[in-house]
Structures are given as structure tokens and as C-alpha cells.
């Protein structure tokens, strides 16, 4: 079974950052390609980044590039969003997911449906 922690959340002002750590079980992590999505209160989850098996090439939502930057480490089991120059509407609970049926050919999954396997959630809220 997979399990996938997620931590770093908090509360911070306008401008400010935060770096969020997935920490994920399973002996095939560095085989899975990983992203990050977010809830705002009354709305959908909506994708923010994803990165591939290798870390070798990510692709972000436009709302957040430039400002986030998704990374891995394949020894740790750990996939990292670092999230500078906040904003309110960032305001959200965010989510790692893991996709377990990553092709070997890199792609882009930037889907809720290419994710199988998803944490509990950490809070991020971002004050103005």
C-alpha cells in the first residue's frame, strides 16, 4: 500500500514562502512521476505542478510559474514544492499524488485522473 505524507503547511503573509515535503513509502518512488495539486474552499482541485521519475523535467500550472519550483529526492522518497512570493489566492489545501503507471517515455500528467495515489493534505494559508 502507498502512503504518501504530506507536511510543511502553514500560515504566511503576502510575499512570503513556504516549502512543502511529501514524504512517500514504496520501494518504486523513483519510477513514479509526481505532482502537487490544490483545493481552495468551494472549488475544484486544481493541478499546480508535476515533475518526472528522474527529476529531469517539470511543468507547472501558469498561476504558480515562476514562483513555485517542484524537486525530488529519489533516496529519500521525497518529492519538495518550494513556494516563493505568496500570494492570498494560494490559499488552499494542498496535495501530493503519485502515478504509478508512468511510462518510460517522459510525458507531462497533469490530470487529476493520472494520479492514483494521493496524501492527506496540508494547509497553506497565505494572509494579506
Known amino acids: 500500500q502507498v502512503q504518501l505524507v504530506e507536511s510543511g503547511g502553514g500560515l504566511v503573509e503576502a510575499g512570503g514562502s513556504l516549502r512543502l515535503s511529501c514524504a512517500a513509502s514504496?520501494?518504486?518512488?523513483?519510477?513514479?512521476?509526481m505532482g502537487w495539486f490544490r483545493q481552495a474552499p468551494g472549488k475544484e482541485r486544481e493541478f499546480v505542478a508535476t515533475?518526472?521519475?528522474?527529476?529531469?523535467?517539470?511543468y507547472y500550472a501558469d498561476s504558480v510559474t515562476g514562483r513555485f519550483t517542484i524537486s525530488r529526492d529519489n533516496a529519500k522518497n521525497t518529492v519538495y514544492l518550494q513556494m516563493n512570493s505568496l500570494k492570498p489566492e494560494d490559499t488552499a489545501v494542498y496535495y501530493c499524488?503519485?502515478?504509478?503507471?508512468?511510462?518510460?517515455?517522459?510525458?507531462?500528467?497533469?490530470?487529476?485522473?493520472?494520479?492514483?495515489?494521493w496524501g492527506q493534505g496540508t494547509q497553506v494559508t497565505v494572509s494579506s
Open positions: 499524488a503519485a502515478n504509478p503507471r508512468t511510462a518510460l517515455t517522459v510525458r507531462i500528467y497533469a490530470r487529476r485522473d493520472d494520479y492514483d495515489y
Open positions: 514504496g520501494r518504486t518512488f523513483s519510477g513514479w512521476a
Open positions: 515533475i518526472s521519475r528522474s527529476g529531469g523535467t517539470t
